[in-house]
């Protein structure tokens, strides 16, 4: 379990102090994927790199496993590091080092016997798809091919914890979707806890089990997946998962709802049955469906009628059927 509590950052610039993080606290549990989203500037990649003491925070505590961070020797903290593996953007590839070395490096930086460092770099790389590249280079792979590597090397030394600071932010929506993919496998038959960074809610949307969402160094909300998309409390959320409903209102004025399908009602023909029911016309200005965990989920959001009576009859028939909605 990685316990982050009320943690605070302060980077000291020529041009003034900047506040990265501000009294930040959230858990991640064991065996989950737990996806960090904000905006640019949000504090994200300073979170992350808290976590492992790549930045050590000002205030507050990061705790993994019950061993406050800051409180460990520089030789435990190195230890402690070789169960928390990290990807980025960037691949941070040896160049000079084939496929094969590139995912020894760890290894062997932790001193293990070579057959054994061997085998393990080949298991891995077997897992992520290259088997057939380990005498490869780097510039010789794509971006897709890049970021497995990576991934391989960051789970090379027995790693309990996957830290991804935008690691699909390069790719293609192709390559993002099977490294994705690749992830929810690791997760699933490794057991690695995983720490999702992104400014994608559609990568928050495939892969997580829960968010938080960070806005100005700061949490604004924390929740499972599912109810995040479906009713998104915080102004920064909304904006994220759905970053084009202001434009709702240039379509149609008057009064505005969103109504939230998940899993059983996805199929249902809600807006029909509402139709027929309440004798009453609605506009549909904007809908989509995601698939959340496996399961259909998705929003529309419809232009009640003017009328004031046959508006609150919507309304009764959408509270009447446990319908979830909220104001657009």
Do not use: W
Not at 16 to 42: K, P, R, W
Not at 83 to 96: A, D, K, P, S, W
Not at 219 to 228: G, K
Request: glycine content about 8%; aromatic content about 4%; overall charge negative.
């Amino acid at each position: 379990m990685i316990e982050i509590k009320d943690i605070s950052k302060i980077f000291h610039t020529p041009s003034g102090d900047f506040t990265a993080l501000s009294h930040v606290s959230l858990t991640v549990n064991d065996g989950e994927i737990f996806g960090i989203i904000g905006l640019s500037g949000a504090g994200k990649s300073t979170l992350v790199r808290c976590m492992n003491f790549l930045e050590r925070p000002d205030e507050g505590s990061v705790i993994i496993d019950g061993d406050e961070l800051g409180k460990l020797s520089k030789k435990e903290l190195l230890i402690r590091r070789r169960n928390i593996g990290m990807i980025f953007q960037g691949f941070n590839l040896l160049e000079q080092r084939t496929v094969l070395k590139n995912v020894l490096f760890p290894l062997e930086i932790a001193k293990t016997p070579k057959t054994e460092a061997v085998k393990r770099a080949r298991e891995l790389l077997a897992l992520v798809g290259l088997s057939d590249k380990e005498s490869s280079y780097p510039a010789q792979l794509s971006g897709g091919q890049k970021q497995r590597v990576a991934i391989a090397r960051a789970l090379a030394a027995q790693t309990k914890y996957l830290l991804c600071d935008e690691a699909t932010s390069a790719l293609d929506p192709d390559t993002t979707r099977s490294v994705l993919e690749l992830l929810k496998k690791i997760n699933r038959e490794l057991g690695v806890t995983i720490v999702v960074i992104t400014h994608e809610m559609s990568v928050i949307e495939s892969i997580c089990d829960r968010a938080a969402v960070l806005d100005g160094g700061t949490v604004a909300e924390t929740a499972s997946v599912r109810e995040l998309f479906a009713a998104p409390r915080s102004d920064i959320a909304k904006k994220l998962i759905l970053p084009s409903v202001s434009t709702v209102s240039e379509i149609k004025d008057g009064r505005r709802i969103r109504i939230v399908f998940d899993g059983e009602n996805s199929y249902k023909p809600v807006i029909a049955n509402l139709i027929l029911a309440c004798s009453a016309a609605v506009n549909i200005l904007r809908a989509e469906t995601e698939d959340i965990g496996g399961t259909a989920a998705g929003y529309m959001i419809i232009g009640l009628p003017e009328d004031s009576v046959l508006s609150e009859r919507v309304i009764k028939y959408l509270d009447d059927n446990n319908i979830g909605y909220n104001e657009a």
